[in-house]
């Protein structure tokens, strides 16, 4: 079965710190993995995936995320937030591909001060 | 109009009632998914139909029901709702090659 842990339910940073939010995944079989970013009553938007090929991804409004094999990880980062950065993070893995079932984590929402 | 759209938006039910939710989609894609989004828990699979014939419980089906009428449209019943149904309810379509597509979401409140 497969599983997606996102480590710390909040997140909170300064306008143009780093940004870092964890993400851990279990899977019997190759994953694809994927972040997707809720704004405040708004859908589900998808930041980044990773399907196999690089390992660093990049993605939308400028985040970027690497899959590391060995940790069973796929944290999401950008370098400088921004205060329109603040929102709901979703950590997602499948296992076909853009095809199968999503399996979310829990959520990190990330909240940017001033 | 949107690729996958979802209706109510809002609807506030009582206790007991059956209510549907409704999902339509433009993508053509076979696969259809419903999940359900509560604080703290993310995002929970209820139900999946890989086709129009094809129709699988997810992790938390119970009290759920769907009906796949068509590739275009997948519905989501509660026969008999109860307050911990209470929740923001998302239809998603899939293929291999644009992958997921969200609608915008049903909050559902059952008083």
């Known amino acids: 079965a497969q599983s997606v842990t996102q480590l710390g339910s909040h997140v909170s940073v300064s306008e143009g710190a780093l940004v870092l939010l964890r993400c851990n995944y279990s899977?019997?079989?190759?994953?694809?993995l994927f972040w997707y970013v809720q704004y405040p009553n708004q859908g589900l938007q998808l930041l980044l995936k990773?399907?196999?090929?690089?390992?660093l991804v990049k993605g939308i409004n400028g985040f970027e995320a690497e899959f590391k094999k060995s940790e069973t990880s796929f944290h999401l980062t950008k370098p400088s937030a921004h205060m329109s950065d603040a929102a709901e993070y979703f950590c997602?893995?499948?296992?076909?591909?853009?095809?199968?079932?999503?399996?979310f984590g829990q959520g990190t929402t990330l909240q940017v001060k001033p | 109009d949107a690729d996958v759209t979802q209706t109510p938006r809002n609807r506030i039910t009582k206790t007991g009632k059956r209510i549907m939710l409704e999902c339509s989609q433009t993508?053509?894609?076979?696969?259809m998914y419903w999940y359900r989004q509560d604080p703290g828990l993310g995002l929970r699979l209820i139900y999946y139909?890989?086709?129009?014939?094809?129709?699988n419980k997810g992790e938390i089906s119970d009290g759920y029901s769907v009906s796949r009428q068509a590739q275009a449209k997948f519905s989501l019943s509660l026969e008999s709702a109860i307050p911990n149904q209470t929740a923001l309810y998302f239809c998603?379509?899939?293929?291999f090659g644009t992958g997921y597509t969200f609608g915008s979401g049903t909050r559902l409140t059952v008083v």
């Open positions: 990773y399907t196999s090929a690089a390992t």
């Open positions: 899977s019997s079989v190759p994953p694809y």
């Open positions: 993508k053509g894609h076979d696969r």
């Open positions: 139909s890989f086709d129009v014939k094809d129709i």
């Open positions: 998603a379509t899939s293929d």
């Open positions: 997602a893995v499948s296992d076909q591909g853009n095809t199968g079932k999503l399996i």
